[in-house]
């Protein structure tokens, strides 16, 4: 065990070494881009507009070597990310699974355990009925949970997660006990969909880009919208959970890291180096073809954000009895 671990201190310690001998010319060689996910997922399109933004705007010489690594929600990524300790040359996407596996108690590794470099994009999620259900607002369909909760059933695609949050969250704001409240978890968040345009299920909490075009063509309506602040163009008349006074928003965002010990200029390269992406017309073009709204943070915000983020999420797992991570210490 002490050699192991005199072993990954000193492989760490050569990757510092080499960093300080060669940051003026960072990056010099190709940076591992490892995506907490499988090609097609959620995950895998922000790492392969990055990589194309970044190069069309030229504001990245070298080349990422892509690595998709699904698996057990994203923690196989996270155990291969926190294994290359102080390399400078490892980035890693992920979402707020990130927390929430330590939370649920399917990992022992948090999001502290690994670098936060950049958080880059957002998208929001919606609570959706089919256009001729009898729930006309999100306030109908609350006010019904809460006078008999059994008789209301949601519809998510991943459980836990922001799907899910958003309608707990929500739900527990307007005084219902979470613990009552009924949520179907599918498969994923095209077969919730589905569901609710087949009429079976009464509501969905999922993301925008699953349900806009179905929106858009009069299937479903769309009564919440999980942004902070009132959206314009076509989501003008979507309502916010704070504009229904209810003062919740949910980022379902996306986010660079690094692994443990990364160097702090290699830090400091990318969230300077994404920060000037997002103003770029490659990455606006990018926004706009997947509904991705900006939500950029840099290193020391985006931490910020996770932990506040992660006690919102541990307070209302843990009333749900499902917080086996946090039982644990």
């Known amino acids: 065990m002490r050699f192991a671990h005199l072993f990954r201190w000193m492989i760490a310690g050569q990757w510092l070494v080499a960093f300080a001998l060669h940051a003026a010319e960072y990056p010099a060689r190709t940076v591992d881009l490892v995506v907490a996910g499988n090609p097609g ?3 895998d399109p922000v ?4 990589d194309t933004a970044l190069h069309e705007a030229k504001l990245f ?7 998709n690594m699904g698996g057990a929600g994203g923690n196989l990524a996270k155990s291969h990310v926190h294994q290359r300790k102080g390399d400078p040359h490892l980035l890693y996407l992920e979402s707020n699974r990130i927390f929430v596996n330590r939370i649920v108690g399917t990992t022992n590794l948090n999001y502290t355990d690994v670098t936060p470099v950049a958080r880059v994009m957002t998208e929001y999620l919606v609570w959706a ?4 259900s009898p729930y006309k607002t999100a306030k109908d369909i609350l006010d019904r949970a809460k006078a008999n909760p059994a008789s209301i059933v949601f519809g998510v695609g991943t459980f836990p997660g922001n799907d899910h949050m958003n309608i707990l969250r929500a739900a527990m ?11 179907v978890a599918y498969k994923s968040s ?11 299920a009464p509501v969905v909490s999922s993301g925008l880009s699953e349900l806009l075009e179905h929106a858009r063509a009069g299937k479903v309506r769309l009564v919440a919208i999980s942004a902070p602040s009132p959206l314009s163009g076509e989501l003008a008349s979507v309502p916010t959970w704070r ?3 209810i003062d919740i928003a949910i ?7 690094g692994p443990p010990g990364m160097p702090t200029e290699a830090v400091k390269y990318w969230e300077q180096t994404v920060g000037r992406l997002m103003k770029t017309d490659a990455w606006m073009k990018a926004q706009n073809r997947h509904l991705w709204f900006d939500a950029y943070a840099d290193s020391a915000t985006f931490r910020r954000d996770m932990e506040q983020e992660s006690r919102q999420y541990a307070e209302v797992l843990t009333e749900l009895g499902m917080a086996k991570g946090l039982e644990k210490k």
């Open 41 to 43: 997922g959620g995950l």
């Open 47 to 50: 790492a392969r507009e990055l």
């Open 61 to 67: 010489k070298e080349a990422f070597v892509i690595r």
């Open 129 to 132: 009925v089919r256009a001729d």
């Open 173 to 183: 704001a307007y005084g219902i006990d979470g613990k009552k409240v009924q949520v």
């Open 190 to 200: 095209a077969e919730a969909t589905i569901q609710v345009l087949g009429g079976h």
């Open 243 to 245: 504009s229904m006074g």
């Open 251 to 257: 980022l379902h965002w996306r986010g660079l890291f």
